[in-house]
């Protein structure tokens, strides 16, 4: 069984907290785009943690976890994070995790240049988490980028380096009038926190296709969402990688596989980090309680999300992307202080009324169409079957299951692991 588990939205559905669960029905969890930018919390009965680059199923002591070709890794961040989990009592080692041979490194200097061009750009910035994403995926395209199996011999990967750290400096330097970086202090980086992961390397083509001959199940785990897909979301807003189901085979070294299954995490309600257009957004009183109620601030950043009501339009175009065969929909909990609860059913663009989602740049324009239904007004933070959640919450379920055209599987009304129902 090949299943991906997406995000249906901007990211913050509530991945790492499904990956958690749905992992114990499976041997392998590969985490298959992104970098250090994304924040996944699992909470389970090893504590709270928050995820960055290591896969949410990490935890389960049988599953093997995987970094795979697509991604971008700081390798000093990796570090830490491994070592926090460690510090927790998790167990992590070349046996339950591997590092794609072609997963690109995120250097120190993409960080800077991060930094730089945010500054630049002041108050039209990205939004960017600064954390060098989108600097090391260019590199990755303009083919200037170090990566992990180049670890595995030092004298080659000093050659590389130097030609690279060379062209980095032109930027650096001319274009941002800011100090060169040192070969010789990259390369001692690359040492400290490579050499500690050398034993991880491993070419995931082969590892899971051996798996897979031998009847293993792999859960691809994405981060962010569609709407922050690089090619399908509100470009330039977006991440720099493929937040897709169907990308998952190719980042994480399968591209020979098929996809059983597309799980796509959706939320109840809106939220979206950082800038870009966010059509559905409410402000003032409606956004701090929403934002309260669900305790919307970055796992990687600590920015407050901008916060919402559900979105057909978007949604609906996010299950399409990913494929999505069945949705989580997550944090229902969290609308139980609504007596009505706003739902952002169309958009109104041009004065014509749309269930399409627009073009990015034409989403500026378009303006949210607000109908409102019944809430259910109580706490269904302890509900574990479908009979005990009280009928308004059902009608939320089946309207949004109407709207986005996809079956709910799965219900999360809380973060804990065992905090979920299961509709079918
Ligand atoms: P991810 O990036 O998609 O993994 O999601 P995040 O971890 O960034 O954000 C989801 C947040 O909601 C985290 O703080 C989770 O612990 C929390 N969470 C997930 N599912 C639920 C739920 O059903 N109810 C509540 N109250 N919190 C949830
Ligand atoms: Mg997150």
Same mark, same amino acid.
């Given at each position: ?14 991945? *790492?907290?499904?990956? !958690? ?91 800077? $240049? ?62 941002? *009038? ?29 590892? $899971? ?15 962010? *969402?569609?709407?922050?897909?690089? !090619? ?7 991440s720099s990688s493929s937040t897709i189901a169907a990308y998952a085979p190719i980042g994480s070294g399968v591209p020979n596989l098929r996809l059983d299954n597309v799980v796509g995490i ?19 009183? !409606? ?30 175009? *996010? ?12 944090? $229902? ?92």
């Amino acid at each position: 069984m090949l299943t991906s588990i997406v995000g249906i939205n901007w990211g913050d559905e509530g991945k *790492g907290r499904m990956v !958690d669960l749905l992992s114990e029905n499976y041997d392998i969890v590969c985490r298959y785009q992104g970098g250090n930018n994304a924040g996944h919390t699992v909470v389970n009965p090893m504590g709270k943690f928050a995820l960055n680059l290591l896969p949410s199923g990490i935890f389960r002591e049988d599953v093997v976890n995987i970094l795979g070709n697509g991604m971008v890794i700081d390798l000093e961040h990796l570090h830490g994070e491994v070592q926090r989990l460690r510090d927790a009592g998790v167990k992590i080692g070349p046996e339950n995790l591997k590092i794609s041979d072609k997963a690109v490194i995120c250097m120190p200097y993409h960080k800077l $240049l991060d930094c730089y061009e945010e500054d630049r750009l002041a108050g039209a910035a990205y939004g960017s988490t600064r954390r060098g994403i989108a600097p090391v995926y260019g590199d990755k395209y303009m083919k200037k980028a170090i990566r992990m199996g180049n670890l595995l011999d030092m004298e080659a990967c000093r050659k590389s380096l130097s030609s690279i750290v060379a062209y980095k400096n032109l930027t650096i330097e001319k274009v941002y *009038g800011k100090e060169a970086v040192k070969e010789e202090d990259m390369f001692a980086w690359l040492e400290t926190y490579g050499g500690e992961f050398k034993d991880y390397i491993c070419d995931t083509t082969i590892f $899971l296709n051996d798996a897979v001959k031998n009847g293993k199940s792999i859960l691809f785990e994405a981060q962010l *969402g569609a709407l922050r897909d690089i !090619d399908f979301g509100i470009y330039p807003y977006t991440s720099s990688s493929s937040t897709i189901a169907a990308y998952a085979p190719i980042g994480s070294g399968v591209p020979n596989l098929r996809l059983d299954n597309v799980v796509g995490i959706m939320k109840a309600y809106s939220s979206c980090v950082g800038e870009g257009p966010f059509t559905c957004e409410f402000f003032g009183k !409606d956004a701090e309680e929403l934002r309260e109620a669900g305790g919307e601030y970055g796992v990687a950043t600590g920015r407050p999300r901008r916060v919402g009501p559900f979105d057909v339009p978007a949604s609906r175009y *996010g299950v399409k992307v990913q494929g999505a065969d069945e949705i989580a929909l997550t944090k $229902l909990d969290i609308l139980s202080y609504l007596k009505e609860i706003p739902v952002c059913t169309k958009y109104e663009l041009n004065g014509k009324e749309t269930k399409d989602f627009p073009y990015a740049s034409v989403l500026d324009q378009a303006k949210p169409v607000i109908e409102y239904v019944k809430g259910w007004n109580c706490d269904i933070s302890g509900c574990r079957k479908k009979e005990e959640l009280p009928k308004e919450a059902l009608d939320y379920i089946r309207f949004i299951e109407k709207e986005t055209e996809c079956r709910i599987k799965y219900v999360s009304v809380g973060a804990g692991r065992d905090e979920y129902i299961v509709m079918y």
